[in-house]
């Protein structure tokens, strides 16, 4: 596992930039690992300056057979994945004989689809284990990671979006809420927050919302039973950007619970935009 | 008052076709009424064959003075209105000793805003009616009004979308879901029900609706705060076509709850596109 360096860590990488930092992360802690990018998703320009193996979704038996292969006991699913349908899962013989407990997993929502992911790994011998395990460098800190700080109002709208969120925790959707002046804008569905944020934009543009730029705040928060394993909430430069198009004042995010890609643009983009980034107490 | 036919109803008219269809009503029943268009929203055409007067947004004054003018004491507001921004309301001289009440109306969500507008007339010696009261028949009955009924999947989304909105009720926002397969896909914010609706459609073109057309659920319910008189959600064809370009199997709506513009039209329309139509229990 992650303290233990003479064990190798697979890391099963979806889309994005966060298992190629991951991996960035790992190397520098003396952290061996071996890839497993997923077919239509990985970068395969990016992978190829790594050690790995393609995996197709839903070739569980092709995949542990490959993470024995390389020594992995310890899996990390890192990067991102459209939630996909049962047809578009390619059938091997592994994934056959765990057609029931998948089935489950897809009759639930995200979390309850993870869970049994999860489940499925650990009956085979493998521990999942989180991004945060592996490298604690890419989750969001507490505090301000900006020279931009919340104001007084801004912290009363981030307060309604969490009071918000955590109304919805049970049904498993709203990852990330608008909140301007008060009123709610704009709740995350499966659009995503880039798409929530295009939304906000476009509702400006066409004078609905009626705030000056440069109020309000984009909450990102983890529902409340989510498996932290998988599914961390993630931003990058292409939020601050939409936070910036949409003409708030900045974000909230829950600390520790949050992955940040590319971190460092994070905050230069931020800071030319006068936007706040906060990381905020579970 | 509505029972009282010796009484003027006066109307607030905002856009759409309500207005008209609360006065066929209203005539057809020999309850007097005169009408006060708000000016940038009231279909101007069509209210050349009644009695009215203009009025803008924020004439508190001169709407107080037309309306006794024409011995109305019940007063109902029927038709859309956009929330205004502070700075696009015309000032006159009963607006300015009222301008406390009313800032105090706009610090609030649209609920509380709506009660300080009431308050207001109440002050004056008015009452607020609901539409409900004036021209019941325009308000959603209980059960299906098409042909095509909910089946039990679609029951169980409706059920879902109730709970979903039940929790929301406290942060003035959602009035309609979209729930398919027991995942909710997407909850309206300011951008109101079509925008919600094109919305899954639009995710529906991109391949990140996955369900097949002809599932799921349009929920649309009055938030549980909510002053019954004002601001009643309102469906009429365009929401039945959105239903349709969004691939759901029907909507959900709570009966005596909601108004349907064009009720012919909208069952035409449903019957059509072979989606259901129902009424749901408070």
């Known amino acids: ?46 992978i190829k300056a790594f050690p790995h193996h393609w995996v197709a979704l839903g070739q569980v038996g092709r995949l542990t057979r490959l993470l024995r292969a390389e020594g992995c006991r310890d899996v990390v699913f890192i990067g991102g994945l459209v939630r996909p349908a049962l047809s578009d899962i390619r059938i ?36 999942i284990v989180g991004v945060q395990d592996v490298a604690p460098e890419l989750l969001m800190p507490e505090g301000s990671i900006t020279r931009t700080l919340a104001g007084a109002e801004s912290l009363a709208d981030i307060a309604t979006a969490r009071a918000l969120m955590h109304a919805l925790s049970p049904f498993d959707v709203g990852q990330a809420v608008v909140v301007i002046d008060g009123h709610v804008i704009g709740i995350e569905g499966i659009e995503g927050t880039d798409g929530l944020l295009a939304r906000i934009a476009q509702l400006r543009a066409e004078g609905r919302v009626r705030a000056k730029p440069g109020r309000g705040v984009l909450v990102k928060a ?35 619970h949050a992955l940040i890609a590319d971190a460092d643009r994070v905050v230069a983009t931020a800071d030319r935009q006068g936007l706040f980034v906060t990381g905020l107490p579970l």
Do not use: W
């Open 1 to 46: 596992m992650a303290e233990n360096p003479a064990t190798t860590v697979g890391i099963i990488a979806g889309s994005g930039v966060l298992p190629f930092a991951a991996v960035d992360s790992m190397r520098k802690r003396g952290i061996k690992f071996f890839l497993y990018p997923i077919r239509g998703f990985c970068d395969p320009e990016r």
């Open 92 to 127: 091997d013989f592994g994934t056959l004989r765990v057609i029931p407990a998948l089935a489950a997993a897809f009759r639930g929502g995200d979390d309850h689809l993870l869970s049994g992911v999860s489940r499925l790994f650990e009956q085979k011998g493998f521990r």
């Open 222 to 256: 983890p529902k409340t039973k989510q498996d932290l394993r998988f599914d961390l909430p993630t931003f990058g430069p292409k939020t601050i950007e939409g936070v910036a198009a949409a003409g708030l004042a900045g974000i909230g995010i829950v600390a520790g």
